[in-house]
């Protein structure tokens, strides 16, 4: 399943800076996984030892927050886009 | 001789909607009669049967009543200004009423039907809190003042930096070393001096923040700092106040309304990330211009919280990112396990943001400072 991916804000250095990109998964954690094999380290930015989405940045399926639906594990379909999104302090 | 006549927007229908007609002088009956002249039927909406002014009209000569002067024998000459205000209906009270200068000042939203002379109270009678009086409060503050807004209150204990010019439009470059809210008072007034400056020139924290944020109707987030923005989340919740938030970095801004009870800066961000992860604007940058943006975006939404008009951003999270000039929405709902407005928060009392977001960063106390 080939999805595209925002990258927003911070997170894009994990990226190799770049703001949109596709990767492949059948769920959240596959496509997590699948970016972290091309981007080291990318991972750790998202989720936790324990698999678990980070609290402090957010993963929409298209306009959805993945929290409110299966978190890491929510299935993805053809044509699903994906938004990472970090929290900002900046005012 | 000639003298500009102001019509408010109720009565335009009757001088094919111009805002002013010019017209010569030599008294208010004259020049009544003149606009009447033009514009058969006027003097139906300004006399009465006995051909007086009634009660719920007030004719203003620049800035005096014409009862205070001559009543309609009131001499006018070359370049005065009169202006026709009524009283609008709901028996509002004299004081209340606008004065010709704050009609002939605000006039571009009064003619607009979703503001009128009802709206322009409402902005006047607001009181709108700006935490942060740096990058994103500087708009907000600024707007708010144009409009109009009668008490804006800002939080800010930091000096002007240099390094603040570069987005930061209520300061200038002979403001560096000035107190923000110094500074901030300052510009206001010149922009608009009917405007009341509510200073709070104190860090923002659980002892104070109940009692400053009590105050207002609204609050604006234009915090620079985790600690503080869940400082203002939690006080604004708990005081029931709606909260009007923004944040950026980068070329990245954010904003949404939380209005208590539809979803609050917890349920979208649950927990702050660990201090150094996400940099501040000082560490990573910010484009100047996304501060514009954002922040109008913010004062915007303020408008409509207290015109009750348009459709607000609750529920919804707005994206902006100005590399693209992609604006994209996203949802965001309450969290029914949100610690603060969920179904059994744990939250009751505002508790220590800065153990809860870790420790602050050595260089500086940037608890709810605007944008270092």
């Known amino acids: 399943m080939e999805v595209r991916v925002n990258v927003t804000s911070v997170i894009q250095k994990t990226v190799g800076g770049q703001r949109e990109l596709t990767a492949e998964g059948g769920t959240v954690a596959e496509l997590i996984d699948d970016i972290d094999r091309r981007y080291p380290g990318f991972r750790d930015q998202l989720v936790d030892e324990g698999g678990q989405l980070h609290r402090f940045v957010n993963v929409y399926l298209n306009d959805e927050d993945v929290r409110f639906m299966e978190g890491a594990a929510t299935a993805l379909s053809e044509g699903d886009e994906i938004s990472i999104l970090p929290a900002l302090a900046g005012g | ?372």
């Open chain 2, 1 to 372: 001789m000639a003298v500009s006549v102001y019509i408010p927007q109720p009565f335009r229908r009757f001088t094919a909607n111009r805002e002013y007609v010019e017209v010569d002088g030599g008294d208010v009956a004259g020049v009544l009669d003149a606009v009447n002249a033009r514009y058969p039927g006027f003097d139906m909406l300004v006399y009465d049967r006995e051909r007086r002014v009634p009660a719920h009209i007030n004719i203003y000569v620049n800035n005096q009543e014409i009862h205070e002067l001559d009543g309609i024998s009131t001499a006018v000459g070359d370049g005065d200004q009169i202006a026709v205000i009524p009283a609008l209906a709901g028996g509002a009270a004299p004081s209340t009423a606008l004065t010709p200068d704050e009609a002939m000042r605000y006039s571009r939203h009064i003619i607009m039907p979703q503001v009128g002379s009802i709206g322009q109270r409402k902005l006047r009678n607001a009181k709108v809190l700006i935490v942060g009086a740096g990058g994103l409060g500087s708009p907000v503050a600024i707007y708010l003042a144009l409009a109009g807004v009668g008490t804006v209150g800002l939080v800010d204990f930091d000096v002007v930096d240099l390094s603040n010019l570069q987005r930061q439009l209520l300061h200038q470059t002979e403001d560096v070393g000035r107190t923000k809210l110094d500074s901030a008072v300052d510009t206001l007034h010149a922009y608009n001096p009917h405007v009341r400056v509510v200073t709070h020139p104190a860090p923002l924290h659980s002892e104070n923040a109940l009692e400053i944020i009590g105050d207002y109707e609204i609050i604006v987030n234009g915090a620079d700092n985790f600690a503080t923005r869940y400082l203002v989340n939690d006080a604004a919740y708990l005081l029931g106040k709606t909260l009007v938030d923004g944040s950026i970095l980068l070329f990245d801004g954010q904003a949404t309304v939380f209005k208590p009870g539809e979803g609050c800066y917890r349920c979208l961000y649950p927990a702050p990330p660990p201090p150094g992860l996400v940099p501040s604007c000082a560490e990573a940058g910010v484009l100047g211009a996304i501060t514009g943006i954002v922040g109008s975006i913010q004062a915007t939404e303020v408008f409509k919280q207290i015109l009750d008009i348009g459709r607000p951003l609750v529920g919804r999270l707005l994206l902006i990112d100005a590399l693209t000039m992609e604006f994209r929405e996203m949802k965001l709902r309450r969290d029914p396990a949100c610690p603060l407005c969920g179904d059994e928060p744990s939250v009751v009392e505002l508790i220590d943001y800065d153990a809860f977001c870790g420790s602050p960063p050595l260089e500086a106390p940037t608890a709810n400072g605007g944008g270092h």
